[in-house]
């Protein structure tokens, strides 16, 4: 059964400055990975997703993960933070073979809060 | 404008009772899923339908039933056999049960008192 650690319960950056919070998997073959954001009472959205081709993923609001097949991480990044950007966030990972396909293959971290301070 | 709809937002719940929460979507998304998130524990999957009078039990499928009815329309109830009920419940969608990007609503509140 594949899995998703988030490390850090919590991530503190200012306003500015770089962020990455951090996404390691272990899955049965090559994965499909995501991330997500929540806003407070809010539902998910997506953020952006490594499926195959370049290690480095742009998505939505200017961030972007990297995929290490080797160090089984796909971190995700941001080169200035903005206070708008502090929500909870979640990596997810689904084996690329999986024969039910879709979301019932999709397993979640725990969420990381980023909290970005002016 | 084309969504997920979630509702009610929140809901209280005496304890035995049963109670429906309802999601519809007009992406016209042939998958639903259905999902709980409690505090540090991340999302877990209950239970997800890819086509209309079809659906499969997730990882926490107990005390939990659904219907899909209507490929627009997928309601979750939560009966008094659900042993710890309180938790937020999120509704999904994709279009066809691919790879990953869900379309989630904006998620129901229940308290059990």
């Given at each position: 059964?594949?899995?998703?650690?988030?490390?850090?319960?919590?991530?503190?950056v200012a306003e500015g400055n770089?962020l990455?919070?951090?996404?390691?998997?272990?899955?049965?073959?090559?994965?499909?990975?995501?991330?997500?954001?929540?806003?407070?009472?809010?539902?998910?959205?997506?953020?952006?997703?490594?499926?195959?081709?370049?290690?480095?993923?742009?998505?939505?609001y200017g961030f972007?993960?990297?995929?290490?097949?080797?160090?089984?991480?796909?971190?995700?990044?941001k080169p200035s933070a903005l206070v708008s950007d502090s929500a909870?966030?979640?990596?997810?990972?689904?084996?690329?073979?999986?024969?039910?396909?879709?979301?019932?293959?999709?397993?979640?971290?725990?969420?990381?809060?980023l909290?970005i301070?002016p | 404008?084309?969504?997920?709809?979630?509702?009610?937002?929140?809901?209280?719940?005496?304890?035995?009772?049963?109670?429906?929460?309802?999601?519809?979507?007009?992406?016209?998304?042939?998958?639903?899923?259905?999902?709980?998130?409690?505090?540090?524990?991340?999302?877990?999957?209950?239970?997800?339908?890819?086509?209309?009078?079809?659906?499969?039990?997730?990882?926490?499928?107990?005390?939990?039933?659904?219907?899909?009815?209507?490929?627009?329309?997928?309601?979750?109830?939560?009966?008094?056999?659900?042993?710890?009920?309180?938790?937020?419940?999120?509704?999904?969608?994709?279009?066809?049960?691919?790879?990953?990007?869900?379309?989630?609503?904006?998620?129901?509140?229940?308290?059990?008192?």
């Amino acid at each position: 059964a594949q899995s998703v650690a988030q490390p850090e319960d919590q991530v503190n950056v200012a306003e500015g400055n770089p962020l990455t919070v951090k996404c390691t998997y272990s899955v049965s073959g090559n994965p499909y990975l995501f991330w997500y954001v929540q806003y407070p009472n809010r539902g998910l959205q997506f953020l952006l997703k490594y499926i195959t081709g370049d290690n480095l993923v742009k998505g939505s609001y200017g961030f972007e993960a990297e995929f290490n097949k080797s160090q089984t991480s796909f971190h995700l990044k941001k080169p200035s933070a903005l206070v708008s950007d502090s929500a909870l966030y979640f990596c997810a990972v689904s084996p690329v073979m999986y024969s039910g396909g879709g979301a019932d293959g999709l397993t979640f971290g725990k969420g990381t809060h980023l909290i970005i301070q002016p | 404008d084309g969504g997920i709809t979630q509702s009610p937002k929140y809901l209280f719940r005496k304890e035995g009772q049963n109670v429906t929460l309802s999601c519809e979507q007009n992406l016209n998304h042939d998958a639903m899923y259905w999902y709980r998130q409690d505090p540090g524990q991340g999302l877990r999957l209950i239970y997800y339908s890819q086509i209309v009078n079809d659906f499969q039990k997730g990882d926490i499928a107990e005390g939990y039933s659904v219907s899909r009815e209507k490929k627009e329309s997928f309601p979750l109830t939560v009966t008094s056999a659900q042993k710890n009920p309180t938790a937020f419940y999120l509704c999904a969608s994709s279009m066809d049960g691919g790879p990953g990007e869900l379309f989630f609503g904006e998620g129901s509140r229940l308290t059990v008192l």
